[in-house]
């Protein structure tokens, strides 16, 4: 991997609570980040004659990253090069002069409930996997598609011609600096409208959706390119962002999904690793070289999402640290002042195992008392319910461990591959109790960091596409590990048969 002088390229990593353009700077073998822009983002709740609709702000979003990238320019000088990434599924609909036909729509509104059904009425579930390979979520791309056509229309020409493009939310903005209009894949596969296997849209798929379902999105897809990709230069009258030596700034497709890019970010050595990129929520899976497309695994709800460099995130949604985030600000709007500090000491005092529920449950998939679902849940297993802020904390990251074992261990079933060392990045990181907990409960080794790793992943790809450094993914795995602190984590394998105790008694 070359190592040129310093080189600096911008990250634009959104968010559904929070957006922020970082700068991340190349010298000496090693990545820095630095923070230039942070806002806020949320849905803009709208009242309609057929229920409430929830929208992003995307001017908003916009003007944050126009100036967050413009203010970088002036921090630290020339851009080699720009790379964004954010959630998935969630779209805009751009006229012929690139201007938005529609509000965006959030992912949370209520609009696509039974829509999976209906769909599955005409196609059946198990040959719709076959070809996406994809869990079945309300809010998947498709669905929305099929919501925003039976309630307002997909937007057309007077001819019936589809002078609109669909574009996912990076590469929106991506078309705002550039006028280019192209679909990233790994954000594209989280449609639900690509085929995993070839990494294109799936044209027996989208006639079939055409013909049986109704939904006719011809001429409204944009060309799918692979991460690394130049999408194209900015464009001055978009923002006045310049690269080394007044050269124009290419935007590069880097994991637009921001699990993509933080799936880049695992400082792994060799393949035989399991990934936990834990946040507000959890991603926990394998990277494979091929999409695991059999009924077992729709069964079993993984998913298979595209990666980088042509590999396969094999993953499932488990939950995170929402949880314990909405646990913490209940007790604070009942007047419980709770330090995280003293509550994680607290959790690593309490007994183990005395307390441990299901996660994953909707139940706990919604803002509200926590502490109060918890108890629930406890009382439906036959299990005493946490006493005090320690005992909740220690249950809720119990909990989350067994997850976690849960989804490494059916990860590997389904796809027949062994796994030596869990890789844990993300903020979740900083919960010491959950790593160390995560080790004993997969009894694997734990490695623990980086914490920025959406953003390193953002960073790496961006600059191997504009060229200045280069190499695979193991080399630019190298380069992270090189700029990170982690962390190991052993298993303590004494507890190993408690584990199993509680995974009969919870699940059988």
């Given at each position: 991997?070359?190592?040129?002088?310093?080189?600096?390229?911008?990250?634009?990593?959104?968010?559904?609570?929070?957006?922020r353009?970082?700068v991340g700077?190349?010298?000496?073998?090693?990545?820095?980040?630095?923070?230039?822009?942070?806002f806020s983002?949320?849905?803009?709740?709208v009242?309609t004659?057929d229920?409430?609709r929830?929208?992003?702000?995307?001017?908003?979003?916009?003007n944050?990253v126009?100036?967050?990238?413009?203010?970088?320019?002036?921090?630290?000088?020339?851009?080699?090069?720009?790379?964004?990434?954010?959630?998935?599924?969630?779209?805009?609909?751009?006229?012929?002069?690139?201007?938005?036909?529609?509000q965006v729509?959030?992912?949370?509104?209520?609009?696509?409930?039974?829509?999976?059904?209906?769909v599955?009425?005409?196609i059946?579930?198990?040959?719709?996997?076959?070809i996406?390979?994809?869990?079945?979520?309300?809010?998947?791309?498709?669905?929305q598609?099929?919501?925003q056509?039976?309630?307002?229309?997909?937007?057309?020409?007077?001819?019936?011609?589809?002078?609109?493009?669909l574009?996912?939310?990076?590469?929106?903005l991506?078309c705002?600096?550039?006028?280019?209009?192209?679909?990233?894949?790994?954000?594209?596969?989280t449609?639900?409208?690509?085929?995993?296997?070839?990494?294109?849209?799936?044209?027996?798929?989208?006639e079939?959706?055409?013909?049986e379902?109704?939904?006719?999105?011809?001429g409204?897809?944009?060309?799918?390119?692979?991460?690394?990709?130049?999408i194209?230069i900015?464009?001055p009258?978009?923002?006045?962002i310049?690269?080394?030596?007044?050269?124009?700034?290419?935007?590069?497709?880097?994991?637009?999904?921001?699990?993509?890019?933080?799936?880049v970010?695992?400082?792994a050595?060799?393949?035989?690793?399991?990934?936990?990129?834990?946040?507000?929520?959890?991603?926990?899976?394998?990277?494979?070289?091929?999409?695991v497309?059999?009924?077992?695994?729709?069964?079993?709800?993984?998913?298979?999402?595209?990666?980088?460099?042509?590999?396969?995130?094999?993953?499932?949604?488990?939950?995170?640290?929402?949880?314990?985030n909405?646990?913490?600000?209940?007790?604070?709007?009942?007047?419980?002042e709770?330090?995280?500090?003293?509550?994680d000491?607290?959790?690593?005092?309490?007994?183990?195992?005395?307390?441990?529920?299901?996660i994953?449950?909707?139940?706990?998939?919604?803002?509200?008392?926590?502490a109060?679902?918890?108890d629930?849940?406890?009382?439906?297993?036959?299990?005493p319910?946490?006493r005090?802020?320690?005992?909740?904390?220690?249950c809720?990251?119990d909990?989350?461990?067994?997850?976690?074992r849960?989804a490494?261990?059916?990860?590997m079933?389904?796809?027949?591959r062994?796994?030596k060392?869990?890789?844990v990045?993300?903020?979740?990181?900083?919960?010491?109790?959950?790593?160390?907990?995560?080790?004993?409960?997969?009894?694997?080794?734990v490695?623990?960091?980086?914490a920025?790793?959406?953003?390193?992943?953002?960073?790496?790809i961006?600059?191997?596409?504009?060229?200045?450094?280069?190499?695979?993914?193991?080399?630019?795995r190298?380069?992270?590990?090189?700029?990170?602190r982690?962390?190991?984590?052993?298993?303590?394998?004494?507890?190993?048969?408690?584990?199993?105790?509680?995974?009969?008694?919870l699940f059988?």
């Open positions: 991997m070359s190592d040129p002088t310093p080189v600096h390229i911008g990250a634009v990593d959104l968010g559904a609570s929070s957006g353009v970082m700077t190349i010298a000496n073998g090693r990545v820095s980040l630095t923070e230039i822009r942070r983002n949320s849905v803009v709740p009242p004659s229920g409430e929830l929208f992003w702000d995307v001017l908003h979003l916009w944050e126009r100036q967050g990238l413009l203010t970088a320019v002036r921090t630290v000088g020339p851009l080699s090069a720009i790379g964004i990434d954010t959630w998935a599924v969630d779209y805009g609909l751009v006229n012929a002069s690139g201007a938005l036909s529609t729509h959030a992912y949370r509104s209520a609009r696509t409930q039974g829509v999976p059904e209906q599955f009425a005409k059946p579930a198990q040959e719709v996997y076959t996406n390979g994809l869990q079945v979520q309300d809010f998947n791309t498709l669905f598609l099929i919501a056509e039976r309630d307002d229309g997909l937007p057309r020409e007077s001819d019936g011609t589809g002078t609109h493009t574009l996912l939310l990076p590469d929106l991506a705002f600096l550039t006028g280019k209009r192209v679909a990233e894949v790994t954000n594209a596969s449609t639900g409208l690509v085929d995993a296997r070839r990494r294109t849209w799936s044209c027996p798929l989208l079939r959706l055409r013909t379902v109704g939904l006719d999105l011809d409204l897809l944009p060309d799918i390119i692979e991460p690394g990709t130049i194209g900015v464009r009258e978009a923002a006045d310049f690269g080394p030596d007044g050269k124009p700034t290419p935007v590069i497709a880097v994991g637009s999904h921001d699990t993509a890019s933080a799936v970010s695992v400082p050595t060799d393949s035989d690793f399991a990934y936990v990129s834990c946040g507000t929520w959890s991603l926990v899976g394998l990277e494979l070289d091929e999409p497309l059999t009924e077992a695994s729709r069964a079993a709800n993984f998913t298979n999402e595209l990666g980088v460099d042509h590999t396969v995130r094999y993953l499932k949604n488990v939950m995170g640290l929402w949880v314990l909405e646990t913490v600000r209940a007790w604070h709007d009942q007047g419980l709770i330090a995280l500090p003293e509550a000491a607290a959790a690593a005092a309490a007994e183990p195992l005395r307390t441990v529920i299901d994953n449950d909707a139940t706990f998939y919604s803002p509200g008392d926590m109060a679902r918890i629930k849940a406890a009382r439906a297993t036959g299990q319910r946490p005090d802020i320690g005992e909740y904390v220690r809720i990251n909990s989350l461990a067994l997850a976690y849960r490494v261990r059916q990860a079933e389904l796809s027949g062994e796994v060392v869990l890789h990045v993300g903020g979740g990181i900083r919960n010491r109790l959950l790593c160390q907990l995560a080790a004993d409960a997969t009894g694997l080794p490695l623990a960091g980086p920025e790793g959406t953003t390193l992943g953002n960073v790496v961006a600059a191997r596409g504009a060229g200045v450094i280069d190499g695979d993914l193991s080399d630019l190298r380069l992270i590990r090189s700029s990170s982690l962390t190991r984590y052993t298993p303590n394998l004494d507890t190993s048969s408690n584990w199993d105790d509680v995974e009969r008694r059988g």
